[in-house]
């Protein structure tokens, strides 16, 4: 191991921590009220988008521990079943983490169109756990309008999140 | 590339290995706890009131510049039509005096017959405002959180209210802030009377935005435009408080629009009802 001054090692380590705090926001900005006209129902899925993005970029700087964990603070914070979107995100950040091949280095309309194939079978998944845990079938119309936003809005986000990986070079 | 290629080589097996082991112990957690959560477990409720305490201070800063952006475009809006909104104001004004009138009259001509009958006082009502500061971005459940908690006596099965009507009930109460179950949940189960005829029913919520009555009397006859209010059954909420108005009739599901805006749900006051009990004896076999 070389040696490394301290105040590098403290700005990699906090810059290491960008792609979680992402995460984070991005959870936290999804419960926050918008006020804004039949947005209140459905709110896009944006800590899908972070898992997505950054285990295919950055999947050393966001361990599925905190993937985890992140979908469980979302969880309660929806106030839905407990594990349910931490079980989602787990399995995107897998399915993320090991197909990462298949998009590194392709275009970026490449990685949009994994990524609606994720979304559709992200919401599809939490759409029949979520009714076989509340033993009703839920209306599937807000799910359907989730998945759509979610995927119309990907490159909006995304951009955001690549100005942070640009930063993240040298780490 | 990075230094330290050669580590690496030799460790990503390694690594590949804890990562399929990691995963696989995450997937597991979180299905236990899902199984766990679904019978209301002990250890997940406390979990969950753990992270509910934690995240909800960050929730609160986050959801003010939000508060501030809404309020600007609605002062500016304002500006614009400052005209029209006196003179719809002025028209109220002359309306609800006449109203305010009626009612003084009212209330007064009820406490004699209520004094006649010996009639039983309803009990007093104290209120809570609270501020919105998260909603439910999932489209399977239908909740609001708000700035107020069990510091500020809150419990609990409480009805959370705006100035329209009834906005839903509070299931889960933290330190500073709480849930609140919004009526068009899907868990939602309200009981209320048709104002005018009296029939009772059960308002459920199904996650669209309008909710259905059931249990409702087969001899039943309502019509859109019928006001829903709480009965006051089953000792949740207050009698006489506003829910919403029966909207169809169609195909044998009657549905109701409920009052409340919950697109534009700001502040929500809490009622703190005390519910004539008994007995208080019956007050721990009912938990």
């Known amino acids: ?171 | 590339m990075r230094p330290g290629g050669g580590i690496e080589r030799v460790a990503s097996p390694l690594r590949g290995m804890v990562q399929r082991f990691a995963f696989v112990l995450l997937i597991g957690a979180a299905l236990t706890m899902l199984v766990l959560s679904k019978t209301g477990n002990l250890g997940i409720e406390r979990l969950r009131s753990v992270i509910f305490e934690v995240a909800t201070p960050v929730l609160e800063v986050l959801s003010q510049p939000a508060v501030v952006a809404n309020r600007a475009v609605d002062e500016i809006k304002e500006l614009f039509f400052l005209r029209d909104e006196n003179i719809r104001l002025r028209d109220e004004n002359e309306r609800l005096r006449q109203w305010h009138n009626v009612a003084q009259n009212l209330e007064q001509e009820n406490a004699v017959f209520r004094s006649q009958v010996s009639a039983r006082s309803e009990p007093q009502n104290y209120f809570v405002s609270a501020r919105v500061i998260g909603d439910a971005g999932g489209p399977f459940i239908r909740t609001a959180l708000v700035n107020a908690g069990a510091k500020d006596g809150l419990v609990t099965g409480l009805a959370a209210v705006t100035s329209r009507g009834l906005a839903g009930r509070v299931i889960e109460a933290g330190r500073r802030a709480s849930r609140i179950l919004l009526l068009t949940d899907l868990n939602s189960r309200v009981p209320v009377v048709i104002e005018g005829s009296r029939y009772r029913a059960v308002l459920e919520g199904d996650n669209s935005d309008t909710m259905h009555l059931n249990f409702l009397a087969a001899a039943a006859k309502l019509s859109a435009g019928d006001r829903v209010v709480t009965s006051g059954h089953g000792g949740v909420f207050p009698p006489g408080l506003p829910v919403g108005v029966v909207s169809s009739t169609r195909n044998g599901t009657l549905r109701v629009q409920p009052f409340v805006d919950y697109d534009r749900l700001e502040y929500v006051r809490i009622i703190r009802y005390d519910f004539p009990q008994p007995d208080e004896g019956l007050k721990g076999a009912r938990q």
């Open chain 1, 1 to 171: 191991m070389t040696q490394v001054p301290v105040g590098v090692f403290l700005i990699q380590t906090l810059r290491a921590t960008i792609p979680g705090l992402t995460l984070l926001l991005c959870i936290f900005v999804a419960s926050v009220p918008m006020g804004l006209p039949y947005l209140s129902d459905v709110t896009p899925f944006l800590s899908l988008m972070a898992v997505y993005y950054w285990s295919i970029y950055r999947p050393d700087l966001i361990p599925a521990v905190v993937v985890f964990l992140a979908g469980l603070l979302q969880d309660v914070l929806t106030g839905g079943p407990v594990g349910l979107l931490a079980l989602v995100l787990v399995l995107v950040h897998g399915i993320g983490v090991s197909q990462r091949g298949v998009f590194l280095g392709k275009s970026f309309q490449v990685e949009w169109w994994g990524f609606g194939l994720v979304t559709v079978g992200a919401i599809l998944f939490a759409w029949i756990a979520a009714s076989i845990y509340f033993t009703t079938l839920i209306d599937s119309r807000a799910f359907l309008v989730q998945g759509m936003l979610t995927i119309a809005i990907y490159p909006l986000v995304t951009r955001l999140f690549s100005f942070a990986a640009r930063g993240l070079r040298t780490v």
